[in-house]
């Protein structure tokens, strides 16, 4: 009689324990779970960014986001302080290298392409048709823009 009351009290307690657990951020996600949002006001508008781990304005760790961007989607050159890791996920990601959007000197990169850019490198980028890329690093992960007029940021 005691064993069959010892087992659903410890089955019960088990569960109130699961339950009281605080959640996790979520470290697994299927395509349709991937939530998209405005990008930052330090990239042109019409993009949309999502999430998928850290912080990219935190002071340290690692991140890792994806950007929707429409067709014709331009980001002026600039730089950024740490790698910057990016894998094409659909679409063709344009990228050039250098001060000045030049059309003419970018590369196409297609759905499964990668890339890596190391810090200070100066580059540029354009959306051939709509285009997911995710971009995975070390924060902070500030975007300088080589001509400062460039930077759609709001203006204090």
Known sequence: MKLPFLVVTLFAVAIAMFA???SQAQNAFTADQVKYGPAPPFLP???QLAVLE???MASSGDFTIRLKM???YKIAPH???SREN???LSGTLKVGMG???DAGKMMSFGAGSFAYLDPSMHHYAAA???TVIQIHGMSPVPVNYINPADDPSPKK
Do not use: K
């Open 20 to 22: 009281a657990q605080p």
């Open 45 to 47: 508008p019409g993009a």
């Open 54 to 56: 850290g912080d990219l």
């Open 70 to 72: 429409p067709d014709g």
């Open 79 to 81: 730089t950024h302080p």
């Open 86 to 88: 990016v894998t094409v």
């Open 99 to 101: 001060d000045q959007f």
């Open 128 to 130: 051939s048709g709509e």
